[in-house]
């Protein structure tokens, strides 16, 4: 869900009543059952069960709020695994695979953030949870790790308008996609810590992957694909590993500005739309920033640095009101937006100067592990950023979002000191093209990284789980200490209410029989039962007898009532420890007399 306002509220709402509603619908069942055995009960009971349900629907949403997300953790995903119990279902899942191939494990059940839409919405609530370890042979510059590839934007919602989608296999080779200049094909390796994760990422722009994936993609003039999304044919858990590979881009500002303004008709017809609900306003300041300049990469900039200089960023902005034009709204009159604010402005203003440039969301590169080759990615790194097609060159990143680094374009390839140059490229030491490194003389296995990661966030880790040990007790003792005084509360109205009635009081001592193990026959007359019991209670025998006689007074006198200065709870003070106390030794005989048996 990517709309403007929080769900948490409504679903925590729509929960308690609903669990409410299973416990209304129990005592209406019972009450059904009731009549039909001529049972008698207090209409009252629907009044003290709703309350009961109530308290314990809070008592239970309380517990599940605050208690951690065990299956979200990646160290629980571990141990699960080391155990066995994932190698196991693995297992199962690749026979059930085998037999039934027609059967996807792909589905609506992933827990990806990124589908098929992404709507212009309210704050944000990224959280600080790890997604991804990427391992590479060296730092990569400027890099994204891409998900989905959006080309139709309509009333603040970004769509992909036309596609198909078709099964790769990793035996097939490559992903048939266009050749383009300045381009470096790139490994990395993905660790997925995301239960239920289906979507495969990578740098732009992919081009194979080590599983088997579904391509969501359309096709160019020349026969060649444009890929939009791709994910996993069967679902990845935690601990997954996949790899990935990418043609990664390499051009410089002088290629680009160099670069061929003819557009192919697939680019013109997908990446120059625009709704008519863009405003006047936005052309027109579109226009005047770019005007002078001659060439694309240039207006880019431009527009780029306007957006980094003049709107602050904050992720905590209101969706935009609903007769405003959300672009129009963060450029002109909020001045304040997020990543996807900043990505669609741009990118209805280059469009708007007949610049094609597409909407891409994913995650920005996280943080670099030096000793592990490895970027770090979590919740937080989610991002949206710009692409714009130069015939020759392909799709190049744009960073119009002023909270992340601006990724400048060195202005020629392979200088001394430049971001793309071989040093930075490569590394000082190790100036060999990606396919002719090999990770292992990096990385000797992956026990090795894990090691790197685990010791590097060791002490955090250790502060994090006792913080939540201290947290989980404190909240434990809260729920047992509020247990209690419900239960405690709940105890003694029941009491009240029951041990105020004659009849009440009189029905509720043959469940006391039962816990004393008198069995108590239809045929038994209420003296009877009240000498059976007082043989299990020989010191209640008192109360027992002036409680069932006012009971028969009651139920079988000609006036049908008792004596005036009579109250039940008068005997219950006396009868109810002593009840107690007699059950405990009874229940105790029983068990003892089990052990001995056994």
Sequence with gaps: ???????????????????????????????????????????????????????????????????????????????????????????FQANWTRLFSSLRSYGSGTNDLY?????????????????????????????????????????????????????????????????????????????????????????PEISGSSRQIFVNQSIDGAGKANVYMVQSRFVMRQGDRYEATSNYSLADATSLRGASQEYPQWITEKYLQMPETITPETVGLAAELTAGLNNPFDKAVAIRDYLRDNITYN????????????????????????????????????????????????????????????????????????????????????????????????????????????????????????????????????????????????????????????????VVALVLVVAAITVTFLAARTNSRVESSVERSYGRLANWGRWLGVIVRPAHTPYERANMLAAAVPDGKEPLRSMTHQYVRQRFSPDRAVETEYTPESDWKTLRPLMIREVISFQLRRVRGRWQKD
């Design 1 to 91: 869900y990517y709309g403007p306002k929080p769900l948490v509220g409504y679903l925590a709402l729509y929960t308690l009543v609903a669990l409410v509603y299973i416990a209304r619908s129990h005592l209406v069942t019972q009450e059904k059952r009731w009549h039909s055995s001529l049972v008698r009960y207090e209409k009252g009971i629907r009044i003290s069960f709703l309350q009961a349900s109530i308290i314990a629907a809070l008592l239970t949403l309380g517990i599940a709020w605050i208690l951690p997300a065990a299956p979200a953790s990646a160290a629980v995903g571990n141990v699960l695994g080391e155990s066995g119990v994932q190698k196991t279902w693995e297992g």
């Design 115 to 203: 589908r098929g839409s992404l709507a212009l919405g309210g704050p944000r609530t990224v959280g600080d949870s790890l997604i991804m370890d990427v391992v590479v042979s060296d730092r990569l510059p400027y890099v994204y790790w891409q998900a989905v590839a959006y080309d139709t934007y309509i009333d603040g919602i970004w769509t992909i308008a036309e596609s198909e989608q078709n099964l790769h296999l990793p035996d097939e080779g490559p992903l048939d996609i266009p050749e383009y200049a300045l381009r470096e094909e790139v490994s990395q390796t993905f660790i997925n810590y995301i239960p239920n994760a289906g979507t495969i990422y990578s740098a």
């Design 315 to 474: 992720d905590q902005i209101d969706a935009p009101p609903e007769i405003e034009e959300p672009i129009h709204y963060i450029l002109f009159d909020l001045q304040e937006a997020y990543c996807n604010y900043y990505a669609s402005a741009m990118i209805m203003m280059l469009r708007s100067q007949g610049i094609p440039s597409r909407f891409v969301s994913g995650y920005a590169q996280g943080e670099w592990v030096e000793e592990a080759y490895t970027y770090r990615v979590r919740s937080l790194d989610s991002h949206s950023w710009v692409e714009v097609y130069f015939p020759g060159y392909g799709w190049i990143q744009f960073e119009p979002t002023a909270a992340l680094p601006v990724g400048e374009r060195p202005e020629t390839a392979g200088n001394p000191g430049d971001p793309f140059g071989d040093d930075a490229f490569f590394g000082p030491e190790d100036p060999r093209p990606f396919d002719e490194r090999n990770l292992g003389e990096e990385i000797d296995d992956f026990d090795r990284l894990a090691d790197l990661l685990a010791g590097e966030e060791e002490e955090e880790l250790a502060a994090a789980a006792a913080s939540r040990t201290r947290t989980i007790r404190i």
